[in-house]
């Protein structure tokens, strides 16, 4: 057995992971997160709130997943957020065309349905279940569809991201962060991907978890104010110059332009503290540019975090990417409501600008009803489509001509406190599901122990611990079991999630919690009669010493800085 | 303006609730969480945490909310989680027919088809929309509908209760909790109900937030362990008896057996207790039992929490039920799946029993291929199924006869370590929006000041609201609001959530905190300068007392009990 399907195989006998659904077969891409595992899951989820609401101060929100369409239609998912699938003939089955080109050892350079079908056709790749021949390669949807109403409804999605509803609420955040910019608003919640035949367990998921924030810059000035916090952490970064991974801190990073703003190299710092504090091995941990052809067409720069993961290798847990002004632009020109910010000037200045003021009597008789709309058109149209014998306007999609006869044109000066400007987006996108899994990766051990078998740790951050003290009493006599219990219910006053065990020997209740990634033990025995103290036992160490009841609280809270 | 609708725009003013997708026009039914509300509703939930995990034990589950077709057949949801919905003949808008009847005035006093019809014909109820005729009522499922994968896709539903994730995992949250009762497992997450025609704002909403609890009792033994801190609470009960009104401890209402079992009024009791944790007030919540046409034919007894909320009446926003075995057995039934528990005797039983051994050789002649199959249901057969001739099986839908001439009936001695029985299901279920809306409603307060100006407070427990601190510098000179910002990261790192500003008179500053529900307020004016104190503000008593700055910290981590 791996360590990738040893380690399933104890999250599922562990209440880490269950597979979905299962007593009615299951269904592929789904899991549940079981008591152990939603506790780490959230306990990772704490700190990242840590880091991004307590720390930088940003606003969390929370949106629906199901969404209608005209969000995905302007956000372009409707459109791209697509896989090539081929349907078998004979049994209709499907499947993702690249899986299965991949598989023949073949490489695909160009994702269309030209290269597909061909690869497909010269390879002679048959249905994998039927042997029967394949339809030619199709763009099928990956977002969830679904109807909200009845009778005239409306078609929906699940939202494939996060990201969205902090650009939909862009000018109610913006008046929430009292109009200065940067600002943050975050979200953490369930994304969907119908995927085609999802594989690789947790990375793949249908329905996953993620935590996204979406922070806008004034693009003249991509600047941290905290920059100096972070510019002397340290990260191995994969530049997409040199391909070659080279450990060096931010400030170094930005100056020598590797990486391209400041903001960027902030939460790319930022990324690397919170994932040294939930227990990611920094040395199995690497930021990665994004090659040019790889990056959106609207992003200036865009790096991942990938982990090393036992048998799956370099695996992407979260995108950090500078995604100019694309999404605030796409939802301003869909929804046509004004998505900008203002660039207020340090001082008022005077401005000359050309007005022009129709004559109205002339345009009324030329343009009869649409004379309202040319007058409008008019007003605010922009000096340099000044002519030399009159204005070219668009209305309504119709181009007219208006000549200079029908409006008087002037230079009047104003006075102009700033300018509108659609803000850039900052984006560190976190997949929940995928740090889950390398926390659990990076903190699985599996020894012989000292009678020779094989024997598991799970070494655990403790602040994500899903239980942070195990409580034995020695035996079930003289009132051990009732100390340990009156210790238990004290410790879960002070906020220390604790277990009580009091079935099989010492030595076997040591070895549950080690394999759940509990940092301390606690056993009461026949001295805590005498002097109130109890044994308190380290994970990692196997070291022990004797506590005093009354200290164990302030203690353990101090340990996890509660 | 009523307090409904000034709560609302209070709500979305200050950051607590956005309507969702408001730039392409809103949907109704679907609301974000601004980052006041998110806030808020997190602090809420933490606390159901707190009760529910931390306290009780609980393990706590997440569950996708995409789910497979065979559960909610299993479940009863396909058949029964409906609403009768009449389109218009001529501009095809549907509308759920009980809502049309009400708004005439009428009472309805059988929910279904025939009643539906007849009323509407009879008080000749037209199209409000275009005055056309109704086509006749019929049920529309509730659920909304989406497919897993593509080409042979599985058909799908959003879960409109996050209950069932508790029930598919039962064997598996059994064995985790060492196969002893009772134990409880719950859930947090987002449930869905695709509203014919959504009404009354974030009290009915399409996707919508609840917090279930799943506790497996044996049915022999409903107390619960900790029943003795919990008798003396206090609540006002409203029996379906006398359906009036008494104010009783848990303790009393389970002797006059008002309440079935003690299970049950242990959550009523713990129920209250979190509600008034996080701010609900006593004497604007009750708990009423249903009637017995009211509560589902499974249930033995059923409980609603109740709010009292301005314009909209009491309000349920929590349902505390005995589901009987039901959920167990339907899926049991479904699946094929064991999903009993095992009632361990105290000693090991002795119990004759009847062994039927089948003669291999007759049955190979008379069943042929069908041997296999009879020889194991006879192996198992219920002593009462032998007659005096043979015995009658079912096979595969079949049922077939055994003569007593194929097989050797003896009566055989065992021993028994206990018996196997299904659960029974306590679900405490809560309505977190409605929760959410009802701490928004019951902390709100709308005066004069003392310049006779409307002025508002949300006087939230502090546990529960957003913002703990507000910090002012009196004037952004001689580094006031340096002090400011350091005594601001200060708190942050203390774990306290704080908000500095700056802009505007400190009349201003306080309106503005009072308004979110902040407790206090700190200001930094020139004594600070001069002995390193501080006035620190109280939101309800408008106290001002001086404090060391030194002293902040450690003075808010115990008013907030961190």
């Not at 003939?89 to 490489?107: N, S, V």
């Not at 959106?296 to 975090?305: G, M, Q, T, V």
């Not at 301390?520 to 005093?548: A, S």
Request: net charge neutral; charged share 30%.
């Amino acid at each position: 057995m791996d360590k990738y399907a040893e380690i399933l195989a104890m999250a599922k006998r562990r209440g880490f992971l269950y597979p979905s659904f299962e007593i009615y077969g299951g269904v592929a891409g789904f899991y549940d997160y079981g008591p152990m595992g939603a506790a780490l899951k959230r306990k990772i989820e704490d700190q990242w709130r840590k880091f991004y609401v307590l720390g930088e101060g940003f606003g969390e929100i929370m949106c629906p997943a199901v969404t209608p369409e005209e969000v995905f239609i302007a956000s372009g998912h409707v459109k791209e957020f697509t896989d090539f699938v081929v349907e078998c003939k004979k049994c209709q089955t499907a499947f993702r065309a690249d899986h299965l080109i991949e598989e023949t050892g073949l490489k695909i350079h160009q994702h269309n349905k030209e290269t597909m079908d061909k690869m497909i056709a010269e390879a002679k790749i048959k249905c994998p279940q039927c042997g029967g021949e394949f339809a030619e390669a199709h763009p099928v949807n990956l977002m969830f569809n679904t109807k909200i109403g009845v009778g005239k409804n409306k078609n929906a999605y699940l939202r494939p991201e996060t990201a969205q509803g902090m650009f939909l609420n862009f000018s109610s955040l913006y008046r929430h962060f009292r109009e200065r910019l940067p600002f943050g608003a975050v979200q953490l919640g369930r994304g969907y991907r119908n995927e085609i035949s999802p594989r690789q367990g947790l990375i793949r998921q249908r329905e996953f978890w993620m935590a996204e924030a979406e922070i806008f810059f004034d693009p003249e000035n991509k600047k941290h104010p905290r920059f100096a916090q972070m510019k002397d952490v340290k990260a191995t970064l994969v530049p997409n110059t040199t391909r070659e991974p080279v450990e060096m801190t931010l400030g170094d990073a930005l100056s020598k332009g590797i990486v391209k703003n400041e903001a960027l190299a902030y939460y790319i710092a930022l990324t690397s503290k919170l994932f040294t504090t939930i227990g990611i091995d920094p040395a199995r941990l690497r930021f990665r540019q994004h090659e040019h052809d790889e990056m959106a067409h609207y992003a200036n720069d865009c790096w991942d975090a990938e982990a090393f993961l036992d048998k799956l290798g370099w695996v992407e847990i979260t995108g950090i990417a500078d995604r100019s002004a694309y999404d605030l632009s796409s939802h301003m020109k869909a929804s046509g409501v004004d998505l900008s910010a203002m660039r207020k000037y340090d001082a008022p200045r005077t401005v000359e600008r050309i007005a022009v003021k129709p004559k109205m009597k002339e345009l009324g008789q030329k343009f009869k009803k649409d004379a309202g709309d040319v007058k409008k058109a008019l007003e605010s149209v922009d000096a340099c489509a000044i002519g030399p014998e009159g204005i070219e306007l668009e209305i309504n999609g119709n181009k007219i001509f208006v000549e200079k006869e029908l409006y008087e044109a002037a230079k009047v000066q104003e006075t102009v406190y700033g300018e509108r400007f659609i803000p850039h987006v900052i984006e560190p996108s976190y997949g929940i599901d995928r740090i889950f899994y390398t926390v659990m990766d990076h903190a699985f051990s599996r020894t012989k122990n000292e009678e020779g078998e094989e024997y598991t740790t799970l070494r655990l951050a403790p602040v994500v611990a899903p239980i942070k003290v195990g409580i034995f009493p020695l035996m079930c006599k003289d009132g051990l079991d009732k100390i340990a219990e009156e210790i238990e219910a004290k410790l879960r006053t002070a906020g220390i999630e604790c277990q009580y065990d009091d079935s099989g020997s010492i030595g076997r209740r040591y070895a549950r919690m080690d394999e759940i990634g509990t940092p301390w033990c606690i056993t009461v025995d026949f001295d805590t009669l005498k002097d109130n103290t109890v044994t308190v036992r380290d994970r990692d160490t196997k070291e022990q010493k004797r506590v005093k009841i009354e200290a164990l609280a302030p203690m353990f809270r101090e340990k996890l800085g509660l």
